[in-house]
């Protein structure tokens, strides 16, 4: 088994991933790090999750840290793009923990926060940026930055930016760059309009894959529910409370769905944070903070979470909406069963949405069949035909909605009967009849 003693990390490097707990390289950074200290481009495509951060930031920082800072100034001598804030603020975070004792000044920029304040960080300079490409383009511009020390980049999630149209970004960002640098793009996926930009901005790369394109993780339990549009609140509550759910992230289409979604469930009792792209950043970090540190239960979130959020042991995943691009759902379910551990992925699949399983089947390679909402069989969920999917903590009652209005109302599980959520008031009943 490959260890990170046998990767050729420095010193520095090794005690630092001792003192984070770090046991045993991912199959990523086994292949990735050695190839990087080497000096090589590299294409590398693994799932999310996979210690893809890791893969590029610690032989980034050992290649850089070879060469000492003259002065009080740092020049950007490494660079990571990547297509959202949060990611930014991961990555950075990464990256200055796992430089600490290597003195390597790493900053993360993006929008949605003040300019001024951001310019201000920059002030000294910093080892390697983190950054999204229009406030970097911005920085830029108005020559508040210079990459002309740059020596390594990184693109991170590329499909993403692409997919964000952050292309002509990324090409005006490639004339404030020296031609000699090392590149290393990295991504879940990899798709046509990708490999036409890795073809012209690396130099013959090695090539990493650690897990079929496009496919989800075999650590993610699939699951997909045969509900109507207004029975869907009902049926995540039914979900949440009979399974004692007590981290969970959902997923909706628009930025509206996302907001009106997390107040009904804060009307049910649940605590529940909204995150999407037109919310400030502060608030949008917030809410992350929230969700992470347990004091919300449920995150509700367009895609722009589906990527850059690092959540430890994150148990579940809903689709409240399933996307209409398959690859959404793909890094979408990819926030669950990281790192090893197990998952589940819900999908809500309204009548309307069944066309989008197919494009998603095809994609994953494997049938996603809509099936009926699990029944509550002593105080566990299960689906049909199959086993206990997940339980309860011991003294707690399931419950679901019995009405529109903000009240919770216990489900009782006295009877050998199965349990079934009761209908809202005017609703059908989410089993049908």
């Known amino acids: 088994m490959t260890t990170f003693a046998d990767l050729n990390l420095c010193p520095e490097l090794m005690h630092t991933l001792e003192e984070l707990g770090y046991k045993t390289p991912t199959p990523i ?8 200290l080497e000096g090589r481009d590299l294409i590398a495509e693994a799932q999310t999750g996979t210690g893809k951060t890791a893969a590029f930031t610690l032989p980034m ?4 840290s070879r060469t000492p800072v003259e002065g009080e100034y740092h020049h950007i001598r490494g660079l990571v793009l ?18 600490q004792l290597l003195g390597m000044r790493v900053i ?23 950054a999204t490409p229009g406030r970097l383009l911005d920085m830029l511009k108005q020559k508040k930055l210079s990459l002309a020390q740059l020596e390594m980049l990184v693109l991170d999630e590329a499909d ?8 002509n970004d990324i090409r005006q960002l490639l004339g ?20 036409a930009l890795a073809e012209a901005l690396l130099q013959q790369p090695e090539r990493i894959q650690v897990a079929r394109r496009n496919t989800a993780s075999q650590q993610v339990k699939q699951s997909a529910y045969a509900v109507t549009n207004a029975d869907k609140t009902d049926v995540l509550l039914y979900l949440i409370r009979g399974g004692n759910w007590q981290q969970t992230l959902v997923f909706t289409r628009t930025k509206r769905r996302a907001d009106q979604v997390a107040e009904e469930l804060q009307q049910e009792g649940i605590s529940a944070v909204a995150i999407h792209g037109d919310r ?34 994150l148990p579940q995943v ?15 379910i990819g926030r669950t069963g990281r790192a090893g551990l197990k998952g589940w992925a819900v999908s809500l699949v309204a009548p309307e949405e069944r066309r989008f399983l197919k494009g998603i089947s095809d994609l994953i390679g494997k049938s996603l069949q809509v099936q009926p909402v699990p029944t509550l069989e002593n105080g566990q969920l299960v689906e049909s035909g199959a086993q206990a999917v997940t339980g309860k903590r011991k003294g707690t009652k399931p419950s679901a909605r019995k009405t529109s209005k903000p009240t919770t109302n216990a489900v009782d599980t006295s009877a050998d009967k199965p349990a079934k959520p009761k209908r809202s008031a005017g609703r059908r009943s989410l089993f049908g009849g």
Do not use: C, W
Request: glycine share 8%; net charge neutral.
């Open 108 to 130: 993360s920029i993006f929008g949605g926060v003040r300019f001024d304040n951001q310019i201000r960080k920059m002030k000294r300079g910093a080892d390697i940026l983190v």
């Open 280 to 313: 400030h950043q502060r608030d949008r970090l917030a809410a992350l903070e929230a969700f992470t540190q347990g004091e919300a239960s449920v995150m509700v979130a367009t895609d722009v979470a589906a990527r850059g959020l690092d959540i430890e042991a």
């Open 29 to 36: 950074q086994a292949q990735a790090i050695p190839k990087v």
């Open 160 to 167: 993403r930016m692409l997919d964000l149209g952050f292309i």
């Open 318 to 332: 809903v689709n409240y909406d399933l996307p209409n691009q398959p690859e959404a759902y793909v890094h979408r």
């Open 61 to 64: 920082i050992q290649r850089l």
């Open 82 to 99: 990547v297509p959202t804030r949060e990611l930014a603020v991961q990555v950075g975070d990464n990256g200055l923990a796992y430089g």
């Open 176 to 195: 404030y760059m020296p031609e000699q640098k090392q590149t290393l793009l990295f991504s879940a996926t990899l798709n046509g309009s990708v490999e």
